[in-house]
Every structure is written in C-alpha cells, then in structure tokens.
C-alpha cells in the first residue's frame, strides 16, 4: 500500500473510473424492468428501440471506463514492481555477509522471478478487479433491496453461506500459498547450487543422489502446490453451484410473487441481479487467491527488505590530498595519488597502511569462538603471512581488515584509527583483495580490470595487466582487451582467470594488499613469471598473505603460523625454523597442511 500511494491521482482516477463502470453495470439490469413492463408487454418497439439503444450507451460507457481503468493499473502496476526490485536490490547491497552465508542464491533470486512476479499479477488485475466488484456487489444489493426486500432476504442467507464458504476455503488457501512460495524458493536454491556444482557432480559420480534430493525438494513443492491449487480450484465450482441454487429459488419465489403483482419485468431485472450478485463474490473469491499468493510473496521480499543493513557507524572518510610546501596537507578535487584520513574535527590523517590487531576475539556467533586473542602489527610497507591448517582462521583475519564481519572484543586500528570509526566504503576503497575464488563479471576484459578503479585509463589497465603477467595471454585473445567474458569467464582457464583478479587488483592501486592464495590457481612455472610483477605490485604497500606453499612467504617481514584460532608461532622465515616447531614441520615435509 505504500508503493501504491505514490500514484495518488492516479489511483483517484481508477476508482473514479471503477465507479462509473459499477454504476453502468448496476443500472444496465435496472432498465430490464421498464424494457418489459413499459415497452415489450404494451408493444411500444419505437420506444422499446429506444430503450435500446439508452443500454446499449450505458454498457458501451461502462466497457470505455473499464478499459481506462485497467489500462492505467497495468501503468501503476509494472512501475511499482520496477521500483520494489530497485529496492529489493539496493537492500542487498547493504545487508552483511553474514545474511549471504545463511541463504542459497537461488532462494533469493526466486524473491526477484517468483514472488515479485505474483505482486504484479495482483496489481495488474486483482487490485482494481477486487474494488470493482465490491462496488458492484454493494449497488446490486442496494438495488435488489429496492426492487424486492422478500427476496432480497432470501438472497442474503445464500450470501451468507457464500461467504462463509471464501472464508474457509480463503484461510486454507493463504497458508497454502505460502508454503508454496517457500517451496518454489527452495527449488530455485538447488537447482542453482546443483548448476554450480556440475563438476563436481560429475567427477564424484553424484548424480544419483542429486537427483533425489531434487525430486524430493520437488515433491515438497507438489504437494504445497496442489494443496494451494486445489483449495483455490474449489472455490469457483463451489460459488458457482451455490449460486445456481439461489437462482432456482429464487425463480420459483419470485415466480408465485410475479403472479400476484403482475410485475414481470421486476421479476426479470431481480433474476438477473441475482445472477449478477454471486458473480462479484465469485470474482473476489478468485481474486483472493491471486492476493493471497501475492501476500506470500511480498512477505518474502519484504523479509529482506526489513532485514537489518549492514552496520557502518563510522565517520572517519578517505579523502584525496595534496602535500603542501610546508608539509601539511589540505584536500584535493583530483588524482594526486596520495590519501588521507579525515576525521569529524576536520583534521587529516595521512594513509599509510598500518595495521594492528590487539587482542581480538571473533567468532561468526556467540557459540563458536573462531579467533582467539589474536595480537599482530604490520608497519607500512611489510609484509605480513599466515600460514596454517585449513579452518585455523586465515582468511576470518583478513576478512576482519574489510570489517566483513563484527569482532566480539578487542580492537583493529587503521594508521591509529579504529576501523569501527572509519566509513566502511572509505576502509574498502583503501583495500585490495585478491582472493582464491576468482569472479569475473559479464563484460571486456579491461572493463573486468577496471572494476577495481572505474576511472582508470586503457593504458593504466593495459599497465596493471603486464604488472600482474596477464598481457600476454590477453593479447591473444580474439579481441585483446575487448573480448568480452561471460559466464565468469568460463573460456578462461582457472590460472588466467586467477591473474585477471591480481591485474584488478593491481589497477585499484591500494595501500594495502590482502592475497588470499592469490596464486594457488597458478601453476609454479607461471608463478616465476610473475614474480617480479606480484614485488612490483606488494612493493611500498602493507601487504597480508594467506598461501599453502611456503616458498611464497619466505620473504615475509613475519610469519603468523595459526592453529584452531590462536597464533602459535611468529617470526621470519629464518627464526621459525631455528624454533624447529610447528613451522620448521611445515617447511622440511615433517607434517602437511591439512
């Protein structure tokens, strides 16, 4: 109703338009009385043409505002759904990870197809259709009142079992409904992951067992199916049937009644209205399941709608500065390559990338600690490792950096700045991230680079390519740096797809640097070849490297050797293997890195 009342006048005009349809609807029965009392029986057919001729005007004024009506709805309509998945979408891009990691991707693209698909349906046609036939209800009932209050009566207790009727068979529905709509939106979740998966599928022989837990899903959304459809399919039978028997009675009362008073022509408008009463009743019984359905979905759109946004109280902003003679710096409105922190006072903050972590315990809920009193610095400029079994929280460190996620206890500075108080936009805009799981976007080659910095020039693209060892084989693509990629570059191998996201990385040109097994898609001959450009990339940043080969790290600054969530060693390459511990196991082949 909100997104409705955003189109005031013309929702004014509709019901203006609604009214005048009703009226002509209702009075167009009407005329059947003077028809046959005044024209037909006395066999007046020059008056009678002209009776005609007045219902005719009357059915041809109803049928115009109709179609007025209706065209403007389906306008109303298709502009609320474009704006509700405008919305929908705006919303996702705040919402946390967290809510990503707890639902399919499937299920919540089916809020975007399905769902969203049955709130233009009702908005298309049952909104305007249901007030429509409300009115015309209303006005018929005012009119069989005036023309028969005896079988009126008699009319209203079959009214009466008519609705007593939508509204058992109405409940059932809804909840049916609503099933149904979750059921499709778990469907559309493992077909998705199953299409992903394909692979995988393939390789472990799990088509079997793939296809049960699909026909189980499918059979789950059956049933909801069918229980929705056939509470919904029983409605109009049932309407109809109660309204042929009202009709019969009707008849024969009205008959006997006709006989006495000689009123023929009433009795035909009444036979008629009683025709036209249930007609609404049975229309708003149909439209109620289309509503219905479309209250499921909108309940699950706007589930996420209402879901909480991403928390970002910061106020501390990356702006570009410039370095003025004396040394202070003030603001700039262009590319000087240099940054700064500024804060609410005003004051800046050069951005120099240094990194600490003191005490921080994090876990993804209450429950389950993942990280446990970790303390670590990295100066600008250093390069820091993690080094450790898989699930020892390599990445979560790193993850923490982006404030992807909310620290229990403790503090992560930021060149002295809490990141809880700096933008989040700011803090990622100041962050580059390549990580093991490639994702290229539909578009060019260059576009994909670029989406690291989307004002980089062809040639600071074609730079951050050769820096990343990605030149070569995008040369000899069919259109260099215009081939255009899709299905996340599915033509690509894994290893250029891999170098694509450091070249991206190397575009956005940040101060600090996270690969998380950056190079493990990258065979160690290609890894030699772009050795020299990854120094050129970490040179002069603060760099956090997450790698399974040892050989990688050597040249850290320091290595953080984890396991279960707490740092167990630390040191350079050299140190740790004079510990002979967890580290010096690692590197002579002593253990493996689960």
Known sequence: MGYLGRYKALLVIVVILLFISAACSVAGSYLIKPLINDYILPGDFIGLAKMLCVMAGVYVVGAVCSYG???????????????????????????????????????????????????????????????????????????????????TAITAVMLGVMLLVVKTIGGRSRRYFAAQQKAIGAVNGYIEEMIEGQKVI?????????????????????????????????????????????????????????????????????????????????????????????????????????????????????????????????????????????????????????????????????????????SLFAKPGQKIAFVGSTGAGKTTITSLINRFYEIQSGTITYDGINVRDIQKDSLRRSLGVVLQDTHLFTGTVADNIRYGRLDATDEEVEAAARLAGADGFIRHLPDGYQTVLTSEGGSLSQGERQLLNIARAACANPPVLILDEATSSIDTRTEKLIEKGMDRLMAGRTVFVIAHRLSTVRNSKAIMVLEQGSIIERGDHEDLLAQHGRYYQLYTGQAELA
């Open 202 to 374: 393939k390789v472990f022989n799990h088509e079997d067992a793939a296809k049960a837990g699909f026909a189980g899903l499918n059979e789950a959304y059956r049933d909801a199916a069918t229980r929705a459809q056939a509470y919904a399919g029983a409605m109009m039978p049932a309407m109809g049937n109660l309204s042929h028997i009202n009709y019969a009675i009707t008849c024969c009362i009205g008959g006997l009644l006709a006989i006495r008073t000689g009123d023929l022509g009433g009795l035909s408008a009444f036979l008629q209205y009683t025709k036209q009463v249930s007609q609404p009743i049975t229309q708003i019984s149909q439209q109620v399941n289309t509503i219905l359905s479309a209250v499921a979905g909108a309940e699950r759109v706007f589930e996420i709608m209402e879901a909480e946004p991403e928390v970002d109280d910061g106020k501390v902003t990356l702006e570009r500065v410039k370095e003025n003679p004396d040394g202070t710096l003030t603001e700039a409105n262009y590319d000087t390559g240099a940054w700064a922190w500024k804060k609410p006072d005003g004051s800046l903050v050069p951005l120099r990338g240094d990194v600490r972590f003191d005490h921080v315990v994090f876990g993804y809920d209450d429950r389950k600690i993942i990280l446990h009193d970790i």
């Open 69 to 151: 009506y209706a065209r403007i709805m389906v306008h109303v309509a298709q502009n609320i759904v474009a704006k509700l998945r405008v919305d929908l979408f705006n919303k996702m891009q705040k919402l946390p990870l967290k809510f990503f990691d707890t639902h399919t991707h499937g299920e919540l693209m089916s809020r975007y197809t399905n769902d969203i698909e049955t709130v233009s349906e009702a908005l298309n046609n049952s909104f305007a259709s249901l007030i429509s036939c409300s009115l015309t209800f209303v006005g018929t009932v005012m009119m069989m009142i005036v023309l028969s209050p005896i079988l």
